[in-house]
């Protein structure tokens, strides 16, 4: 497993934009590589959801409530995730978890949006919009 650290979140106006970022160490390059690395979100009172996922051969798969406004990226030589969120909403108020899996492919569509196949989870970061 790798350690991973979010940043980026806070307040955010309705329909500006914000780029969250997830750092992950405790491996090599070639490690985090191996992993496919997703984005979820929690609000108060709800359930964690699945936001994006990409891998390392550029394969991308976005939740319907994100798709158009938000991009997933990845560079492996830094060990770094993105999340840009573009014209944010007042539902996109959450806590942003940034997470690895060893086992989930492109194809799999309900694994990957499945909290419980991914092994390595960030502490989260906060991320507020206002009206």
């Known amino acids: 497993q790798v350690q991973l650290v979010e940043s980026g979140g806070g307040l955010v106006q309705a329909g500006a934009s914000l780029r969250l970022s997830c750092a992950a160490s405790g491996g090599t390059y070639g490690t985090f590589s191996s992993y496919a690395m997703g984005w979820f979100r929690q609000a108060p009172g709800k359930e964690r959801e699945f936001v994006a996922a990409?891998?390392?051969?550029?394969?991308?798969y976005y939740a319907v409530s994100g798709k158009g406004r938000f991009t997933i990226s990845r560079d492996n030589a830094n060990n770094m995730v993105y999340l840009e969120m573009d014209s944010v909403k007042l539902e996109d108020t959450a806590v942003y978890y940034c997470?690895?899996?060893?086992?989930?492919?492109?194809?799999?569509?309900?694994?990957?949006?499945?909290?419980?196949?991914?092994?390595?989870w960030g502490q989260g970061t906060q991320v507020t919009v206002s009206s």
């Open positions: 997470a690895g899996s060893l086992t989930v492919r492109p194809s799999w569509v309900v694994a990957t949006s499945t909290p419980d196949s991914y092994d390595s």
């Open positions: 990409i891998w390392s051969d550029g394969s991308i």
